[in-house]
């Protein structure tokens, strides 16, 4: 490939980055935010793909772009005119105090911490920019991705982000599995799911019984890719999620989510409990805690990866929900 | 020298400092949760940049796997602010 050519690329990419950036964090209107921002995602996927993140490209398109979009699209649909639009209403002002907003000296003094902040981050931008300088003309040892390369043959599978997310690194993807448990558990105690959509017509049905078995092979085959390719549980998961947005928006009533409640906590949980299973088990074999066997760790990083691709699905259904689910068996405490 | 992929580096500081000034100062709920999002996606330019070898080489997995965490906690920090975005309006339209 022509570097120059190359180099036309990336500048036209950066430029649209910095544009749709500056246009997502400047639009007055919120919707009109929520869609550039979307579009934002997907110009950066190819920059994750031109700067050799594959891994990274797949789960922008799908968790980045794709259901980050879906979740604020669905917000700003139900909330039309509170906590949107971009005057204050959303600090509960009163009508009289609303008028002392307006009076010259508070005007002044906003102004001035409007610059004062914006000060603050362009000599912010300026300290970042002289710190990544340092750090990318500094030639680095690189003892952690060598050590990475080194034992990879021992980490049961061959693409080097899944060997550090599932072996190498696995506390931190376990914990990452409980950051979205404690997360669906907070929408559950916060709310319950917004009023379903209305059936869809014919076309869209259609549409439909074509998408939602494609998703679910694809998200099928991200898993089990992710071994040796780019790939893994978290695009596995948000491609499965996908299929169930889907399934909602066409005003299906259960969505690929089991109808009991207890059924519906053990795939929440599966995820990072199965994972602590596996942890407890090398523990108890005398092995440090997620020290896999050689032998055995394709095998169980695969066990891992799909229970985990089922927790993710169905919590990032359930963000979609918006809480806790309705109409379903009934459980009271 | 100056390579193209300083060039992803350099942007991602001012997409970082972009939406630091945002979630400051804009007074929508909703935007700012946007705004934390766009300031995220200019730290994970940083790691991804870093993490850039060249064309012909490898790049360093480890910055990848923690920019794959971050975008999975980010998305499900902004599902959980929505769902306190929603709540906060109902309670506010309750008063």
Redesign the interface.
């Given at each position: 490939m022509n570097a120059t050519n190359?180099?036309f690329l990336?500048?036209l990419l950066?430029i649209a980055?910095?544009s749709l950036?500056?246009a997502?964090?400047?639009?007055t209107d919120?919707r009109r935010?929520?869609i550039l921002?979307i579009a934002?995602?997907l110009v950066?996927t190819l920059?994750?793909a031109?700067?050799?993140?594959p891994?990274?490209a797949l789960?922008?398109a799908a968790?980045?772009a794709g259901?980050?979009g879906a979740?604020?699209l669905a917000?700003?649909q139900?909330?039309p005119r509170?906590?949107?639009?971009?005057?204050?209403q959303?600090?509960?002002k009163l009508a009289n105090e609303k008028q002392n907003d307006s009076n010259p000296a508070d005007l002044k003094s906003s102004v001035a911490i409007?610059w004062t902040?914006?000060l603050f981050?362009?000599a912010?931008?300026f300290v970042?920019?002289w710190a990544?300088?340092q750090?990318?003309s500094s030639e680095t040892s690189?003892t952690?991705?060598q050590s990475?390369?080194a034992n990879l043959a021992n980490s049961g599978v061959s693409n080097?982000?899944t060997?550090?997310?599932l072996n190498f690194?696995a506390y931190?993807?376990l914990l990452?599995l409980a950051?979205?448990l404690?997360?669906?558990l907070?929408?559950f105690a916060?709310?319950e799911q917004r009023t379903g959509y209305l059936p869809a017509g014919p076309v869209f049905n259609g549409l439909v019984s074509w998408l939602v078995p494609a998703l679910i092979l694809m998200a099928g085959y991200l898993l089990w890719v992710g071994a040796h390719a780019p790939g893994?549980a978290?695009q596995a998961g948000a491609t499965l999620a996908a299929a169930g947005v889907i399934l909602r928006l066409a005003g299906k009533r259960n969505i690929g989510l089991p109808v009991s409640k207890s059924y519906l906590n053990i795939i929440l949980v599966i995820g990072s409990g199965l994972f602590l299973l596996v942890g407890l088990t090398m523990l108890a074999l005398g092995r440090p805690f997620l020290d896999y066997p050689p032998a055995m760790a394709g095998y169980l990083i695969l066990l891992i990866e799909t229970a985990a691709m089922i927790s993710?699905a169905a919590?990032?259904i359930l963000?979609f929900l918006?809480?806790r689910p309705r109409n379903r068996e009934d459980r009271s405490c | 020298m100056l390579t193209?992929?300083?060039?992803?580096?350099?942007?991602?500081?001012?997409?970082?400092?972009?939406?630091?000034?945002?979630v400051?100062?804009?007074?929508?709920?909703?935007?700012r949760?946007?705004?934390l999002?766009?300031m995220g996606?200019?730290v994970?330019?940083?790691l991804?940049?870093?993490?850039?070898r060249g064309?012909d080489a490898?790049?360093?997995?480890?910055p990848?796997?923690l920019?794959?965490?971050g975008?999975?906690?980010?998305?499900?920090?902004?599902?959980?602010a929505?769902?306190?975005?929603?709540?906060?309006?109902?309670e506010?339209?309750n008063?």
């Open positions: 190359m180099l990336d500048i950066v980055l910095l950036a500056w997502t964090l400047t639009a919120a935010s929520v921002f934002f995602g950066l920059a994750w031109r700067l050799l993140a891994d990274v789960a922008e968790i980045g259901l980050s979740l604020l917000a700003v139900h909330h509170r906590a949107l639009s971009s005057e204050r959303n600090t509960g409007r902040l914006t981050c362009i912010l931008a970042l920019i990544l300088l750090a990318l690189d952690l991705a990475v390369s080097p982000v060997a550090v997310l690194r931190d993807t990452e950051v979205l404690t997360a669906v907070g929408i916060l709310s893994g978290f993710i919590t990032l963000a918006g809480g | 193209a992929h300083w060039l992803y580096g350099l942007s991602g500081c001012l997409i970082m400092t972009f939406g630091l000034r945002a400051l100062l804009n007074d929508s709920l909703l935007q949760i946007i705004a999002n766009v996606t200019g994970f330019m940083i991804i940049t870093i993490a850039y064309p490898a790049p360093d997995p480890i990848h796997a920019v794959l965490t975008i999975v906690v980010a998305v499900s920090a902004t599902a959980l929505l769902t306190l975005i929603r709540r906060l309006t109902e506010q339209d008063d």
